[in-house]
């Protein structure tokens, strides 16, 4: 899910409520008008970025589209250092791309901006479990829910990554001294 920014400047507020119901070639057209008119108008980026794509069913790395966005995030992280918000969508929209390492790096970010993102933790964590890094998907889930407890519905996989990680025995395991008695 992306985050977009929050803005006094009533066309990106439009373009952005067009954007959050489902408008997404009207609201690419109003934010691109946006950008032109002000290139550093950061949070009209991010949108931008979101909606581009999502007006992709198939998202590619490869993609015009795809290139767009992500130079539109990368000029709102120039333009906005100090904004998490363009690293939290460049994480996202990285992740979706399947490139999990860079999106790491986005997330790691986030967290030097806004150390109390839980979201940016939770897809740390997601991303970590995905590269089969048990223990730091584990860590990063309990920092997550720590900081955040209504995520816990997210975190269904942690049962597997714990016992992935040897933390946790596999509850239809039969123990190995029942196995000795069903030879014999």
Not at 61 to 69: F, V, Y
Not at 141 to 163: F, K, M, Q
Request: net charge negative; glycine share 4%; charged share 35%.
């Amino acid at each position: 899910m992306p985050l977009l920014g929050r803005s006094k400047d009533k066309d990106y507020r439009n373009a952005a409520r067009l954007l959050a119901d489902g408008h997404t070639i009207e609201a690419v057209e109003e934010l691109r008008r946006i950008v032109a008119l002000n290139p550093a108008h950061s949070n009209a980026r991010v949108s931008l970025a979101v909606g581009l794509m999502q007006m992709q069913e198939e998202p590619d790395i490869k993609s015009d589209l795809t290139k767009e966005a992500l130079e539109h995030l990368d000029i709102a992280t120039q333009n906005a250092p100090d904004d998490p918000i363009p690293y939290f969508n460049r994480g996202v929209t990285l992740r979706h791309l399947g490139q999990r390492e860079e999106a790491l790096k986005s997330f790691e970010a986030v967290l030097e901006r806004e150390d109390r993102n839980a979201l940016a933790v939770l897809h740390m964590a997601e991303i970590n479990f995905e590269l089969e890094r048990w223990d730091e998907a584990l860590e990063f889930a309990r920092v997550a829910l720590v900081r955040d407890p209504s995520l816990e519905p997210n975190l269904g996989w942690v049962r597997v990554a714990l016992r992935k990680a040897g933390k946790l025995e596999d509850p239809t395991a039969v123990p190995k001294d029942e196995q000795q008695e069903d030879k014999a």
